[in-house]
């Protein structure tokens, strides 16, 4: 048995931390919670980033790590939460598939991650063997959620949540994306939230609801 | 130099099209200043080529242009110059007819008209030009493109619209073929230039695949039967210059593409690819004359015609290359030379005609032949200039169209050479369908402008058509001329053409006889024409008849009412309709058509007759591939679910696929 130091010991409960998160917004049905459980995901990857930071020395991991604690924790979450008020959308309806469906469902993709993972967890060096099996656990995780989910806020949830899955995997793998790359993903995600945003308004103000199903009206018909 | 000076005329071609944006709804501007300016060009590109195509050498140059790495070259030799000849000349006269044409009103506005027209000149002269695969597809496609919109200049009617997209689907069907025909004869070595495709050694097999996928790519965009069926649907719905242009220069382009892949970039051709082009140029032939027959619509007859007259090209390609390869290459200059001389006359025949249409068209409103008659009276400028058309379209010397129909029955003469059996006996039976196309082609025109100028006016509105502005009789006179000149002085242009025969064949065509005005071209034969000597034959005979008729006419003119048969009173719609000319032609190659009557009953108050005429080939090819097309696509429609959760789930799955691969290897 090999033994492990507080830093990776931490390290690896953080990730089990992001993994447990992605499962509970999987099983969520309630809007609110739901953006609630992503800004405390982006805390933790907050966390995980500043102990990465803290432990290699990289100057930009602290940049970095300050970043998703504005973006991830602060701002995004409080514009949806402002966006589900003033859409009045706080409960999904039912899901397409049901909990428990969509939870076995969601274990089995992350056996495949970690399979998948097993050769890169190989070869790299860094201290973050478990990690990408866990990113990549909770990149597929999230497009589940997508799937599954009818209204356009989850989903919108589940994109964010997919995200900071990559921005995990990324951090584990190679301590990081360059900065220029990070700054980029940061500002992309963020102007797609507001495209997004407004968005939500044009569809409800055609259908007057949020609920996606009918957009299969735009459907060219025969 | 000469190679320059083309590319400058090109660009100010584009500039000129660009400088119509500058007022987009000016008619003024575009009309009178912007058209007219474009014919200079033309003219200048035509003196240009000219120069080139006497001097008889070859320019090239590379142009940094394009994607990075891959410079336009070009390429300015005689078979490019005498088509750029005819890219010039014929443009030069039909941008002057436009410039009187084109008005405010529905559809596109002129500045933009301007650009599209200008565009498509440009783009046509580069396709001459181009001397790489990518220069020469980009112009191909952007001739379609900027073709394609000016047909679907009146955008707002349905059945425009639907000609227009027949139009760009046999392009793209025919651009896909030249595609992959280049793809072959780079022959390996990866390089796209025509220089390349020259020096690569194909094998037998891919050879004849690429000359039959140009086959079918040229013939597509040239209206080879069965690949014409764009153009009875695309001509009449565009503006008549637009159609000229179309007609009289496009189709060209084509079978410049045709004689360039075929003749030039293959090498030395193999006999029997030439069947190809000459079995399916007089299937093309006869079925054009045909159809032409029995149209009633003005612009969609000439259209059929125009389908006619490819085939006689294609003919003329077929059997430049069946001599070629069998070695006997004089008379394959004889060929090659009846097929350009051909692309010449045509270009300016059918542009003037189209011309003509769209002034009758202009006065009149109506493209519907029934409606139509009379109209010397009214229009005879446009009348008398049509008529010259008319004349040498239907091959009558001592116009143009005799003269490259001559030449090509002459060459036809040589079939029985040949050294392959059965060959040798079945070429000479085309000549006889080419003869007959010659002769049906003449009924069409005598149907065609008997009908809209002679007789009397069907219509009592066709009291008030107009004769057309100034800008429109010069252009129509330019082409009429050049009809004339093409007749009289073909001695003149064959030496001119001699530089392409030499370059393409490595043979010119002899002349025989000592005389300027003689035209003795046949080696080895005894038969010459002089088409100055016929006129002054004609010109004379006509003279002194009219000089006798007065001299003994006995000047006492008597008017009366003609006699009826009893019949009661005569009316202009008791003229013979085109319908009615038409009518042994439908009837005896019945089987030809597919015909839809509707007959009075004898006891019909109010009698009402209707024939539509449809060609078969829609039921029996095109209606089966659409159909297959269209269950196909309706079966890949169903992945199309209109659900967000599908979408991602499609996209879930493949990367979970793509993830399941990298694992496993």
Redesign the interface.
Known sequence: MTHLSLYQQLLDACAALLLLLSFAMLSQRRVVTLVNLYAVQGAVLAAATLLLAWRTGEGHLYLSAALTLALKVAFLPWLLHRLIRRLEVYWDTEP?LNVSGTMLAGLVIVV?AF??AQ?ITRLTSTATRSAIGIA?SVV?LA??M?????KAMS?VVGFLSMENGVFFGAMSASYGMPMVVELGVALDVLVAVLVLGVFFFQIRERFESLD??H??????H? | MLLVGCIALLLGWMGIGLAGLLRPRSVALTGRFLFPLGALLGFALAGLAAASLVGGGIERLIVPLGLPGLPAHLRLDPLSSVFLVLLGASSGGISLFAGGYFRAGEGTPPGLLCLQYHLFLASMGLVLIADDAYSFLVAWEVMALSSYFLVVTQHRMAEIRSAGFLYLLMAHVGAICLLLSFGVLQGGSWQFTFAAMRAAHLSPGWAAAAFMLALVGFGAKAGLVPLHVWLPEAHPAAPSPVSALMSGVMLKTAVYGMLRVGLDLLGPPVWWWGLAPLILGLLTIFYGVLFAAVQTDMKRLLAYSSVENIGIVFTGIGLTIVFAGSGMKAVAALALLATLYHCLNHSFMKSLLFLGTGSVLHATGERNLGRLGGLIHRMPWVAWLTLIGTLAIAGLPPLNGFVSEWLLLQSFLFADHLPHAFVNLLIPMGMALVALGAALAGYVMVKFYGVIFLGQPREASLAQAHDCGWLERVGLTWLALGCLALGLFPLQVINALGAVTRQLIGAAVPQASPHWWLLAPVPGRPVSYGPLVFLTATLAVVLLTVFGVRLTYHQRVRRGPAWDCGFGALTPRMQDTAEGFGQPIRHLFQSFFEIERELPAPADRAPHYRIAIRERIWKLAYEPIAGAVERLANTAARVQQGRISIYLLYSFATLLVLLAVALMS
Do not use: D, G
């Not at chain 1, 997508?146 to 009818?150: P, V």
């Not at chain 1, 957009?215 to 060219?220: C, I, P």
């Open positions: 397409l495949f399979a998948l050769p990549v597929l497009f589940l997508m799937i599954t989910r009818r989903q996606l199903h957009l299969e009206s735009l459907k060219e025969e």
